[in-house]
């Protein structure tokens, strides 16, 4: 069974950074895309970025010059480096990995907190 885990989230001021990690049971190729989403609560899950297994990426406005997605191919898995951070960016952050057919394949959640 396909898993995803990650991990790396944590406590931090803001202006500080996190790196986030999504570690995948299988080979990160197997999926066409893989994504990053945010969620706090009372608000709907947002998309924070993406990676497709061709090394594209994109970002949400929100992010874009301050969080950074990236990959390990060896090791199977999926960075999110997160800087500048603010209190806003504070939320559960999933990564999420798709394949066709409409298969999707969701990590249990990291929590992020940004607060002085």
């Known amino acids: 069974q ?7 989230g944590g406590l ?8 986030l990690s999504c570690a995948a049971s299988e080979s990160i190729f197997s999926f066409y895309v893989i994504v990053w989403y945010r969620q706090s609560p ?4 947002e998309l ?4 497709t297994s061709g090394g594209f990426r994109n970002y ?5 010059g301050r969080f950074t997605i990236s990959r390990d191919n060896a090791q ?5 480096q997160m800087n500048s951070l603010k209190a806003e960016d504070t ?11 409409g298969l999707n ?7 992020v907190t940004v607060s002085s």
């Open 42 to 45: 009372g608000k709907e899950r």
């Open 91 to 101: 939320a559960v952050y999933y990564c999420n990995g798709r394949r066709t057919g």
């Open 2 to 8: 396909v898993q995803l885990v990650e991990s790396g």
């Open 48 to 51: 924070v970025a993406s990676i």
């Open 12 to 19: 931090v001021q803001p202006g500080g950074s996190l790196r």
């Open 105 to 111: 394949f969701w990590g249990q959640g990291t929590q």
């Open 60 to 64: 949400a406005d929100s992010v874009k």
């Open 76 to 80: 199977n898995t999926i960075y999110l």
